[in-house]
Nanobody, 115 residues
Framework: QVQLVESGGGLVQPGGSLRLSCAASGITFAEATMAWYRQAPGKQREFVGYISSRASSNYADSAKGRFTISRDNDKNSVYLQMNSLKPEDTAVYYC?????????WGQGTQVTVSS
């Protein structure tokens, strides 16, 4: 049974930083490409970035230069470091994996950027 559990969301002021975590189970984590998505109120879920099993990463234009995805295979965890946060980054952030042709999502963690 695949499970993804996000944590680390919260309220942060514009310009601040936040680090999200996603703990995975039920997969061979070191072989998985892990991704982050987000969904703002009233908007569709959108891609943020991913990190491959070889630790290469790719980001949406909105995340480039501000967000960094990393992974710790010993802890079966992936991280999203978010810097220089803007109010438009406010969203529920989801961890994602496609494993053996099936797509899995975490429950999401709320990030609110506001003064």
């Amino acid at each position: 049974q695949v499970q993804l559990v996000e944590s680390g969301g919260g309220l942060v002021q514009p310009g601040g930083s936040l680090r999200l975590s996603c703990a995975a189970s039920g997969i061979t984590f070191a072989e998985a490409t892990m991704a982050w998505y987000r969904q703002a109120p009233g908007k569709q879920r959108e891609f943020v970035g991913y990190i491959s099993s070889r630790a290469s990463s790719n980001y949406a234009d909105s995340a480039k230069g501000r967000f960094t995805i990393s992974r710790d295979n010993d802890k079966n965890s992936v991280y999203l470091q978010m810097n220089s946060l803007k109010p438009e980054d406010t969203a529920v952030y989801y961890c994602n994996v496609v494993w053996r042709l099936r797509t899995y999502w975490g429950q999401g963690t709320q990030v609110t950027v506001s003064s």
